[in-house]
């Protein structure tokens, strides 16, 4: 088992900047790849950033260039640093952790709010 905590979400103005950080616990010998999902209201889940064990990293075209996605070596944290925000940015964003022999997420953190408004 894996728990997620996710913290750092918030209120920010367009263009402002917000780091979401994801801490970690469990059995996280087992994990693959780390990412970042988002929720909006009325909208379906989607990928923000994703990255690898190895340090493999895959961006959403719509975060491309303005988010970054690190790790711990230890697997133990993943973070998300974004940049030039916008009001479309604004969603409920969650950590989820993948294991080995899976395709899709199997473990998630509790979700983060983050508004990007005047």
């Known amino acids: 088992q894996v728990q997620l905590v996710e913290s750092g979400g918030g209120l920010v103005q367009p263009g402002g900047s917000l780091r979401l950080s994801c801490l970690a616990s469990g059995n996280l010998f087992s994990i693959k790849a780390m990412g970042w999902y988002r929720q909006a209201p009325g909208k379906q889940r989607e990928l923000v950033a994703t990255?690898?064990?190895?340090?493999?990293?895959n961006y959403s075209n719509s975060t491309k260039g303005r988010f970054t996605i690190s790790k711990s070596i230890a697997k133990d944290t993943v973070s998300l640093q974004m940049s030039s925000l916008e009001p479309e940015d604004t969603a409920v964003y969650y950590c989820?952790?993948?294991?080995?022999?899976?395709?899709?997420?199997?473990?998630w953190g509790q979700g983060t709010q983050v508004t990007v408004s005047l």
């Open positions: 989820a952790y993948t294991t080995w022999g899976r395709f899709e997420p199997d473990y």
């Open positions: 990255i690898r064990e190895g340090g493999t990293i």
